[in-house]
């Protein structure tokens, strides 16, 4: 129930006409929503059409005065008769769509998402050339996911150590198919649920033991410094003798970062005032507050342009 409701935006709280409100387990469902901090929600009185309408009316008061101050949103009735029900439920999403405000999604950011299901999407006894790999199965946080896309799931495999302690291992891949429902997709954005096909091991994925892990883009490491630049460029003079000036950060430059006693390139992602955001090529080990020296590549030889 909690790893359900760590994905979504609205609970719908079902409550049965024909029993007395609350039931045991209300108290837990309405918990539930508050701990995972969800804003918005409906409550359904279901099986109306088993009870009489004074003892609906009724109900819907006892349910209105148990979810009073909570989350429990507005009370909706709703049929449990089959020809009832069409038109129940187009109330419901009448209200969902005028009363539940749109969720704001983030399409910038990395891609992020967080798996709620996973399983072997292999039939048992297949051949070995005709694996497919595995599903898993989870809502998009944060960003886009596109077919053929290079991925990591983390904390991926968890092992222990001979002192006990715990490793862990990211696990690679490539997304080979995105589905939502019975639609194949090309890229998938935030919003619902999607089913994203991996190139991995199915016996990691099947019976849920993806459950908990967020897959995410490969991740390159991001530095942020607080940068000084050189008035001019030393050892490099024009045809009068002149020494270069150096030009300011650009978005998307590539430099070279020098960090301790290795170097390896870096592409600036963003410049404000004297502070800049650089996704490495390679990672390297750093602290906060060390010392890094930045060059740029000037006829086609790397030259130091500030710290």
């Avoid at 508050?34 to 088993?50: A, G, R």
């Avoid at 009370?75 to 969720?103: F, G, L, M, Q, W």
Wanted: proline share 4%.
């Amino acid at each position: 129930m909690l790893n359900g409701a760590a994905v979504m935006n609205v609970a719908l709280l079902l409550i049965a006409g024909n029993e007395t409100c609350p039931q045991p387990q209300m108290s837990e469902h309405l918990a539930a929503v508050e701990i995972m901090k969800l804003e918005n929600s409906i409550s359904l009185q279901n099986k109306v059409d088993l009870i009489k309408e004074a003892q609906a009316l009724k109900h819907q008061k006892s349910i209105a005065a148990f979810v009073k101050g909570g989350h429990g949103g507005r009370v909706v009735t709703h049929s449990s008769d089959i020809c009832a029900a069409e038109y129940d439920i187009d109330a419901v999403n009448e209200y969902i769509v005028k009363r539940i405000p749109i969720p704001v999604c983030d399409f910038v950011s990395d891609p992020r998402l967080i798996v709620i299901r996973s399983f072997d999407d292999n039939k048992p006894g297949a051949e070995v050339d005709d694996l497919k790999g595995s599903v898993a199965g989870g809502s998009i946080l944060t960003g886009v996911l596109r077919l053929g896309q290079e991925v990591e799931i983390h904390p991926g495999i968890i092992t222990k150590d001979t002192q006990g302690r715990n490793r862990c291992k990211p696990i690679f891949s490539r997304i080979v198919s995105l589905h939502a429902e019975n639609n194949h997709l090309q890229f998938a954005v935030p919003g619902g649920l999607i089913g994203a096909g991996i190139k991995i091991d199915p016996t990691l994925c099947k019976a849920d033991r993806l459950v908990g892990q967020v897959l995410g883009s490969e991740e390159n490491p991001e530095l942020e410094i607080s940068f000084f630049l050189l008035h001019r460029l030393l050892g490099v003079c024009t045809e009068d003798k002149k020494q270069t000036k150096v030009s300011k950060l650009a978005k998307n430059e590539l430099l070279l970062i020098n960090i301790g006693s290795t170097s390896t390139g870096g592409r600036v992602l963003s410049v404000k005032g004297d502070l800049a955001k650089i996704r490495l090529i390679s990672p390297a080990c750093t602290e906060v507050g060390e010392k890094v020296a930045l060059s740029r590549c000037i006829e086609k030889h790397w030259r130091i342009i500030g710290k």
